[in-house]
């Protein structure tokens, strides 16, 4: 006999075929059981399309024609988020599932942006908690925006095992090996945005593309391409503005930028040094879930500083990188605040000659 648990893994395995498709919007897979045999599958593709119950509900249909009704009037359903009832670009699902007279509803994780569909359906025998864990982290993007105000917050580096991140001159590009490479391409184009600082782009002048994942085709939307520019030292001719990428650039009224596919984001001085303030625009305004950072130290310390740094990717290669090697941190003894950060490991593999290591932060 299949357990509750069982049907709701296969309803996190359907959310998981949106991971490229849905921002902002959050992954969402249901399935619908009747007598524990599944009835009826759906996940949500795309922002202004069906959600998950809807398709699972039309899957229901789709199997049954005419004895739909019925079959659904003794079915259960297996959600991976709270269904929705509040009226967005479609209906609320809280609806469809009543008006479809389905008695047992299994949520694995609430959904703080919607109205309360456990504390309101009173008729509806609702099982919350399933899973939760797994349904979390999933969206974890999606409830970092709507929770915490700003994007689930990723950095990598790539490094040698020195720490070195690039050579005394400041060159870094290939330390490590095109499978690693073809890896970070693939965490590019899993991220609705790029952060970078303008170190790395005066001396890297990188494209930040996800051109090498297998995911770089029409349906998918590439990631935003971010970048802080507080002293105006960028003029627009630099690769990530010239190559067809959506970017969006933190800078003053000063500033020397002009490309029709960059959109500047105008700040008073002071608030251009304020990450937390523009984590949160990128949030608020910009509907981004997830962010992965590709700077130097300059920009990664500063965002480990104010505890925004979620999870952090290195991929290491066996090299030293020398005496005088920039290195992926320069933390300030001094400072209380970043000498009390330790990390987790969370994982380790093998990417060829290299290592992938990733950690979480533990802010004391
Ligand atoms: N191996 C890797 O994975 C990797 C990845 C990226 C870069 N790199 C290497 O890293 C080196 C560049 O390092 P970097 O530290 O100079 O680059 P960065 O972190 O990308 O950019 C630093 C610049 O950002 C600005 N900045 C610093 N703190 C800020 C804050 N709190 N708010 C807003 N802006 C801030 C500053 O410029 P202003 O004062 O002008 O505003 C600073 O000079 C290069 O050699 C590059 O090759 C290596």
């Given at each position: 006999m299949t357990s509750p648990k069982e049907h709701m893994f296969e309803a996190l395995s359907l959310a998981k075929k949106g991971l490229l498709t849905t921002r902002p919007n959050p992954m969402v897979g249901c399935v619908i059981t009747l007598d524990n045999k599944i009835i009826g599958r759906g996940w949500h593709k795309k922002s202004g399309e069906g959600h998950a119950e809807v398709n699972?509900?039309?899957?229901?249909?789709?199997?049954?024609?005419?004895?739909?009704?019925?079959?659904?009037?003794?079915?259960?359903?297996?959600?991976t988020l709270e269904p929705c009832s509040t009226t967005g670009k479609t209906p609320?699902?809280?609806?469809?599932?009543?008006?479809?007279?389905?008695?047992?509803?299994?949520?694995?994780s609430g959904d703080s942006s919607q109205n309360g569909f456990t504390e309101n359906e009173k008729d509806i025998e609702i099982i919350e908690g399933l899973l939760e864990e797994e349904a979390r982290e999933l969206n974890r993007g999606f409830f970092s925006r709507i929770e915490k105000n700003r994007p689930f917050i990723t950095a990598k580096m790539a490094t040698g095992l020195d720490g070195g991140i690039a050579l005394a001159s400041g060159e870094s590009k290939w330390i490590t090996s095109s499978i690693s490479r073809e890896d970070v391409h693939k965490l590019r184009a899993t991220n609705e945005a790029i952060l970078t600082g303008t170190g790395t782009i005066l001396k890297d002048d990188p494209s930040l593309t996800s051109r090498d994942s297998g995911y770089d085709n029409d349906e998918i939307k590439q990631p935003l391409i971010v970048v802080i520019d507080r002293s105006n030292k960028l003029t627009g001719n630099e690769k990530i503005f010239t190559q067809g990428s959506k970017t969006l650039t933190f800078t003053s009224e000063d500033s020397f930028i002009s490309s029709s596919r960059n959109e500047l984001c105008v700040m008073k001085k002071e608030d251009l040094s304020n990450l937390n303030k523009m984590m949160q625009y990128l949030?608020?305004?910009?509907?981004i879930n997830t962010l992965l950072v590709e700077s130097g130290s300059n920009i990664f310390d500063s965002l480990l500083a104010e505890e925004l740094i979620d999870e952090l990717i290195l991929y290491q290669a066996p090299k030293l990188l020398g005496k005088?090697?920039?290195?992926?941190?320069?933390?300030?003894?001094?400072?209380?605040k970043l000498s009390t950060i330790d990390f987790k490991i969370s994982s380790i593999s093998n990417l060829g000659e290299d290592r992938k290591v990733t950690l979480i932060p533990n802010y004391k």
């Amino acid at each position: 006999m299949t357990s509750p648990k069982e049907h709701m893994f296969e309803a996190l395995s359907l959310a998981k075929k949106g991971l490229l498709t849905t921002r902002p919007n959050p992954m969402v897979g249901c399935v619908i059981t009747l007598d524990n045999k599944i009835i009826g599958r759906g996940w949500h593709k795309k922002s202004g399309e069906g959600h998950a119950e809807v398709n699972a509900i039309q899957d229901v249909f789709d199997n049954f024609g005419s004895n739909a009704p019925s079959a659904l009037e003794r079915s259960e359903m297996y959600v991976t988020l709270e269904p929705c009832s509040t009226t967005g670009k479609t209906p609320p699902c809280s609806e469809a599932i009543k008006k479809n007279k389905i008695k047992k509803v299994y949520i694995a994780s609430g959904d703080s942006s919607q109205n309360g569909f456990t504390e309101n359906e009173k008729d509806i025998e609702i099982i919350e908690g399933l899973l939760e864990e797994e349904a979390r982290e999933l969206n974890r993007g999606f409830f970092s925006r709507i929770e915490k105000n700003r994007p689930f917050i990723t950095a990598k580096m790539a490094t040698g095992l020195d720490g070195g991140i690039a050579l005394a001159s400041g060159e870094s590009k290939w330390i490590t090996s095109s499978i690693s490479r073809e890896d970070v391409h693939k965490l590019r184009a899993t991220n609705e945005a790029i952060l970078t600082g303008t170190g790395t782009i005066l001396k890297d002048d990188p494209s930040l593309t996800s051109r090498d994942s297998g995911y770089d085709n029409d349906e998918i939307k590439q990631p935003l391409i971010v970048v802080i520019d507080r002293s105006n030292k960028l003029t627009g001719n630099e690769k990530i503005f010239t190559q067809g990428s959506k970017t969006l650039t933190f800078t003053s009224e000063d500033s020397f930028i002009s490309s029709s596919r960059n959109e500047l984001c105008v700040m008073k001085k002071e608030d251009l040094s304020n990450l937390n303030k523009m984590m949160q625009y990128l949030a608020n305004e910009k509907s981004i879930n997830t962010l992965l950072v590709e700077s130097g130290s300059n920009i990664f310390d500063s965002l480990l500083a104010e505890e925004l740094i979620d999870e952090l990717i290195l991929y290491q290669a066996p090299k030293l990188l020398g005496k005088d090697r920039h290195t992926f941190s320069k933390f300030n003894q001094t400072s209380q605040k970043l000498s009390t950060i330790d990390f987790k490991i969370s994982s380790i593999s093998n990417l060829g000659e290299d290592r992938k290591v990733t950690l979480i932060p533990n802010y004391k």
